[in-house]
């Protein structure tokens, strides 16, 4: 039994069961937010785990296709072709609120009108492996975009569970059982002191008949 | 604000893209990978940081930095050497710090 270092007063005993009262209204809150938090993070990652490893085969299949290009065309040249980029991916980052954990929404602007305008080079010097591994990459970008969105999502709504949950846990296994230990101590120690005073007073009642009486006298 | 997206890892991996509109930050030792992060991370100019899967495993200390951040998300992606299931591995983690064990995964 953990009981609190208090005084067994009166007050004390309301001020506890105040505390309780918030305690235990804390608690079943909390454990809602937890289950409601769960429930969400384990669909999105289940919908991560199947989009990472959508882009995960994706990329693969790009970086197959780079080196069909640089299997063709010299490093020089496929270093060349690159190297001035006409696009440029701009994230606006919007926040959504569950359960109160903000996590990122991002949307993506292309800089030019058209997206598929990612060529950065003219077509006359080199291969067509090359405007093959570009297309394919272009391809991943929005799903790269969204795997990185979720995964953010998922590490912070984690870390947010985590605590939570070690929040419900204290709750639950400490500062219940010590609010109700202590209540309960308090309450038996007011007791006792009604008791030994009724005695008290009992004793003094008898004490104070037998002087105005003379009962022992009288035996 | 808009930001940017950007990629670290070995310039064989990342090159290419470059030309779809993500900065590349060419990385071949593992000891600038640490410093390079952090300045591309507090430069507060890119939302999403991709990062090669082996690049992505030595920079640990550096990524938990930015871990309770919204921006910038830094993610794990397979380079030219092939996948090491970095991501995946890292997927099950968040699900064992928040339901206390994989139960996702462990099939």
């Given at each position: 039994?953990?009981?609190?270092?208090?005084?067994?007063?009166r007050?004390?005993?309301?001020?506890?069961?105040?505390?309780?009262?918030?305690?235990?209204?804390?608690?079943k809150?909390?454990?809602?937010?937890r289950?409601?938090?769960?429930?969400?993070?384990?669909?999105?990652?289940?919908?991560?785990?199947?989009?990472?490893?959508?882009?995960?085969?994706?990329?693969?299949?790009?970086?197959?296709?780079?080196?069909?290009a640089?299997?063709?065309?010299?490093?020089?040249?496929?270093?060349?072709?690159?190297?001035?980029?006409?696009?440029?991916?701009?994230?606006?980052?919007?926040?959504?609120?569950?359960?109160?954990?903000?996590?990122?929404?991002?949307?993506?602007?292309?800089?030019?009108?058209?997206?598929?305008?990612?060529?950065?080079?003219?077509?006359?010097?080199?291969?067509?492996?090359?405007?093959?591994?570009?297309?394919?990459l272009?391809?991943?970008?929005?799903?790269?975009?969204?795997?990185?969105?979720?995964?953010?999502?998922?590490?912070?709504?984690?870390?947010?569970?985590?605590?939570?949950?070690?929040?419900?846990?204290?709750?639950?296994?400490?500062?219940?059982?010590?609010?109700?230990?202590?209540?309960?101590?308090?309450?038996?120690?007011?007791?006792?002191?009604?008791?030994?005073?009724?005695?008290?007073?009992?004793?003094?009642?008898?004490?104070l008949?037998?002087?105005?009486?003379?009962?022992?006298?009288?035996? | 604000?808009?930001?940017?997206?950007?990629?670290?890892?070995?310039?064989?991996?990342?090159?290419?893209?470059?030309?779809?509109?993500?900065?590349?930050?060419?990385?071949?030792?593992?000891?600038?990978?640490?410093?390079?992060?952090?300045?591309?991370?507090?430069?507060?100019?890119?939302?999403?940081?991709?990062?090669?899967?082996?690049?992505?495993?030595?920079?640990?200390?550096?990524?938990?930095?930015?871990?309770?951040r919204i921006?910038?998300?830094?993610?794990?992606?397979?380079?030219?050497?092939?996948?090491?299931?970095?991501?995946?591995?890292?997927?099950?983690?968040f699900?064992?710090?928040?339901?206390?064990?994989?139960?996702?995964?462990?099939?």
């Open positions: 039994m953990a009981v609190m270092n208090v005084n067994p007063t007050m004390q005993l309301s001020k506890l069961k105040k505390q309780l009262t918030t305690a235990v209204r804390g608690h809150m909390l454990k809602d937010k289950d409601e938090l769960m429930r969400q993070f384990l669909d999105l990652v289940r919908e991560t785990k199947e989009l990472r490893e959508k882009v995960e085969s994706e990329i693969e299949n790009c970086n197959a296709h780079f080196v069909n640089s299997a063709v065309m010299s490093k020089q040249s496929l270093d060349a072709s690159l190297i001035s980029p006409k696009q440029q991916v701009n994230i606006e980052t919007n926040t959504r609120n569950v359960m109160s954990v903000d996590i990122p929404e991002f949307v993506s602007k292309p800089r030019t009108s058209d997206s598929s305008d990612v060529f950065p080079y003219g077509f006359a010097f080199t291969s067509f492996e090359l405007d093959d591994a570009i297309v394919s272009n391809n991943v970008l929005p799903d790269l975009i969204r795997l990185a969105q979720y995964e953010k999502s998922c590490e912070l709504m984690s870390a947010e569970i985590e605590k939570t949950r070690r929040r419900v846990n204290s709750l639950e296994h400490v500062m219940i059982p010590r609010y109700q230990d202590t209540i309960k101590y308090i309450a038996m120690k007011l007791e006792e002191n009604d008791r030994s005073s009724r005695t008290r007073l009992m004793k003094v009642k008898d004490m008949l037998d002087k105005a009486h003379n009962y022992s006298g009288k035996q | 604000m808009d930001k940017n997206v950007s990629i670290i890892g070995d310039s064989e991996s990342i090159k290419g893209f470059s030309a779809i509109g993500i900065d590349i930050y060419p990385c071949e030792a593992e000891d600038d990978a640490a410093h390079l992060l952090r300045n591309i991370a507090d430069s507060e100019k890119y939302a999403i940081i991709f990062i090669t899967e082996e690049v992505y495993n030595s920079v640990e200390k550096e990524r938990s930095r930015y871990a309770d921006t910038p998300a830094i993610i794990p992606v397979p380079g030219v050497k092939g996948n090491s299931q970095t991501g995946k591995k890292r997927l099950s983690l699900v064992e710090k928040a339901v206390g064990s994989d139960i996702i995964f462990n099939d």
